[in-house]
């Protein structure tokens, strides 16, 4: 499938009147929207997004280094917004219009409700006949400094990390505190680029800081699932967003849509049996199966009256019965269990 970038009538009426007038278009928003649940030919007669989820202010417009009829929009969809997928994405001006629209390749953004969460950054590429119709903007408190410019212009700066220092604290230093120049593993970090980065490994080795794997299981005195962890309810969840958790399970608790989905496994309202093996205690249990309550086979006596005595409700005499078995009656509740509390079951993503 083709990913572009098409003017509007709108947008293609405005940059006309921006090269009469002298006067730019200004571009203040970036939307993006799912579409419907598919694609759809863009039409320069839009208005709107088929269906917009998100609408942000964007960080920066500025021109291709290469292609000087090229324009560069991004901005960024932080990590508390989500829950949604992306598939078209439209460029608004202040005054609300839709100047161009595009679609772009289907990406899932994860609201951190679901255990996981990320920053995501959406660029696209405008060509217009006259780069000086478009306002470039930098607003210095809407840009969100992207990895490539750390690396490109701040890693890269001889004087970035030079005569820097953090002052005494009390009375116990004297002078100044010299801090040795940063290096590339130095830099501080926050915890979404850790794990993004440890989820990104490509041998898929952690440092301490990440000493629970992906597939462990634990439980919580808490009723939402916390950062990193999902709850085991038998979901499905995609096998992309969730690699680590996919190459420790697999398709072991389902194989959900065969393509891009698997199960997480379903523990609400399950007790926990370790996995026999081969000892032969639960002989014949393949690893992740599920068994369904019992009751180990066993005996009651049941206490027989002479002829004419009444036990209970029953006269054992007028049926004729001196000897012999009986059936007690009914008693206890719906299932055999243990006493218990109910935690909240989550596994590692």
């Not at 800081?209 to 005195?221: C, E, K, R, S, T």
């Amino acid at each position: 499938m083709e990913f572009i970038t098409i003017l509007t009538n709108t947008g293609k009426s405005k940059i006309a009147q921006a090269y009469a007038n002298n006067l730019p278009v200004s571009l203040t928003h970036l939307a993006v929207g799912d579409s419907g649940g598919e694609y759809y030919e863009l039409a320069e007669t839009q208005t709107a997004l088929v269906n917009e989820v998100y609408r942000g202010t964007i960080n920066r417009i500025y021109q291709d280094t290469e292609y000087s009829e090229r324009i560069i929009i991004d901005t960024a969809i932080p990590a508390g917004v989500g829950g949604f997928y992306i598939r078209e994405a439209g460029i608004f001006d202040a005054d609300g219009d839709l100047i161009a629209i595009s679609n772009i390749p289907e990406t899932y953004k994860p609201h951190q409700s679901e255990g996981s969460t990320r920053d995501l950054y959406i660029k696209l590429v405008l060509e217009v006949a006259s780069v000086s119709a478009i306002e470039i903007i930098a607003d210095p408190t809407v840009i969100m400094a992207t990895r490539q410019y750390v690396d490109t212009n701040h890693n890269n700066n001889p004087e970035a990390h030079q005569d820097r220092w953090v002052k005494k604290s009390g009375d116990e230093m004297s002078g100044n505190l010299s801090v040795p120049d940063a290096t590339e593993d130095q830099h501080a970090i926050n915890l979404g680029q850790l794990d993004s980065g440890l989820n990104t490994k490509s041998d898929k080795t952690h440092t301490h800081l990440d000493i629970i794997p992906a597939g462990a299981v634990m439980n919580f005195a808490m009723i939402n699932s916390p950062s990193g962890w999902l709850f085991c309810d038998g979901a499905l969840v995609s096998r992309t967003l969730y690699q680590r958790l996919f190459e420790a399970i697999g398709t072991t608790f389902g194989i959900g849509d065969g393509l891009t989905t698997f199960n997480l496994p379903d523990l609400r309202a399950e007790f926990i049996r370790g996995w026999d093996g081969t000892r032969g205690i639960d002989a014949g249990r393949a690893f992740a199966s599920n068994q369904s309550d019992e009751i180990k086979s066993h005996a009651h006596n049941l206490p027989m009256a002479p002829t004419g005595i009444d036990i209970g409700a029953y006269n054992w005499a007028s049926y004729g019965v001196k000897s012999g078995a009986g059936v007690t009656s009914s008693t206890g509740g719906t299932e055999t269990r243990p006493r218990n509390i109910a935690l909240l079951p989550c596994i590692k993503t």
